[in-house]
């Protein structure tokens, strides 16, 4: 009997120890949205607003807020995004510069911290148990379409393509990504509603924030 017991304390300071390890290994990434100047687009913004139901001056809130709740909401067993408040959002821009540069060898809106102290860099991430910061510099809305295909016919729908540029710091403010023209992919055949909407109403493009999460997962790991 004793040895039983042995054995069931041995399994449960097992499952302990795991349980504390994969924890510990979560990594942890602050995401900062892209500001009003970094939002574009060839649509107009009247066009942009009726497709949301909202007033023109609330286009750019509501984009940017389903795309932060989209970082937000992903649940992965290894990564998780979190949001700053809106006096952290401010403090950090007014030491954040934007700027055009190359990583590795491609060009992309790109951000630098050269403004903003090792302290108070590492105080940030410290405060918020970060490993990294992800800036997403730049959102644009491009005219484009969608060609769908019916037997031997296709046809051409209007449609508006999604464009991202980003860049990642480590804890060491080392930046190790950036990337720019980042296309939001919605699939091969988007949903009727998607292409009624020309894919410019922000709500019905979360599976599509979701995807991009995912694939940022994945450049996480080269």
């Not at 590795?104 to 590492?122: I, V």
């Not at 769908?148 to 403010?173: C, I, M, Q, T």
């Amino acid at each position: 009997m004793l040895v039983i017991r042995n054995i069931f304390a041995f399994v449960f300071l097992l499952n302990i120890g795991f349980n504390n390890t994969f924890y510990a290994q979560k990594q942890r990434v602050i995401v900062v949205p892209y500001d009003r100047f970094q939002f574009v687009s060839q649509y107009p913004l009247d066009e942009i607003a009726t497709a949301n139901q909202v007033q023109q001056s609330e286009v750019f809130t509501v984009y940017q807020q389903n795309l932060i709740e989209s970082f937000l909401s992903f649940n992965n067993q290894e990564i998780e995004f979190v949001g700053l408040t809106p006096i952290e959002q401010l403090a950090l821009r007014k030491k954040t510069k934007y700027q055009l540069e190359k990583f590795k060898g491609k060009k992309y809106n790109a951000t630098n911290l050269n403004l903003l102290s090792e302290q108070d860099f590492k105080n940030l991430l410290e405060q918020h148990q970060a490993n990294y910061i992800l800036f997403v510099n730049w959102y644009a809305i491009e005219k484009s379409v969608h060609i769908a295909y019916v037997g031997d016919n296709n046809k051409r729908y209007p449609f508006s393509l999604h464009l991202l540029d980003f860049d990642v710091y480590n804890k060491e403010k080392v930046k190790i990504l950036g990337k720019g023209n980042v296309k939001l992919y919605c699939g091969e055949f988007p949903s009727n509603q998607l292409i009624e909407e020309k894919s410019l109403k922000a709500s019905s493009l979360k599976s599509c924030y979701k995807q991009l999460v995912s694939d940022l997962m994945l450049l996480f790991k080269k």
